[in-house]
């Protein structure tokens, strides 16, 4: 069983940043996905056990940055240059099997509880 705590939303003005956290015990592949209200679940980065192979969904290229310290069990999603358009709810995601990562919600078996990100405009 994999567990996943997440940290780090909050309330920012557009143009601004935040970092959110996700402890995850043991080897995993993990990736971070976001829900907007009405919308469906969607791919934002992912990486791999290693830290050396990571992805980017499109929107968030160039303004996001996901990154791990396997010492401390914990991936990271650097978020600047913040947009009204990136508030959601945003969740981690882990799965133990994945040999590189996955940008696709289904390959990961373990989710954290979800942490609001609010943009002001």
């Known amino acids: 069983q994999v567990q996943l705590v997440e940290s780090g939303g909050g309330l920012v003005q557009a143009g601004g940043s935040l970092r959110l956290s996700c402890t995850a015990s043991?080897?995993?592949?993990m990736g971070w996905f976001r829900q907007a209200p009405g919308k469906e679940r969607e791919f934002v980065a992912a990486?791999?056990?290693?830290?050396?192979?990571?992805n980017y969904a499109d929107s968030v290229k160039g303004r996001f940055t996901i990154s791990r310290d396997n010492s401390k069990n914990t991936v990271y999603l650097q978020m600047n240059s913040l947009k009204p358009e990136d508030t959601a709810v945003y969740y981690c995601?882990?799965?133990?099997?994945?040999?590189?990562?996955?940008?696709?919600?289904?390959?990961?078996?373990?989710w954290g509880q979800g942490t609001q990100v609010t943009v002001s405009s």
């Open positions: 990486i791999s056990w290693g830290g050396v192979s990571t």
């Open positions: 043991g080897r995993t592949s």
């Open positions: 995601a882990a799965d133990r099997t994945l040999l590189g990562y996955s940008d696709y919600a289904k390959d990961y078996d373990y």
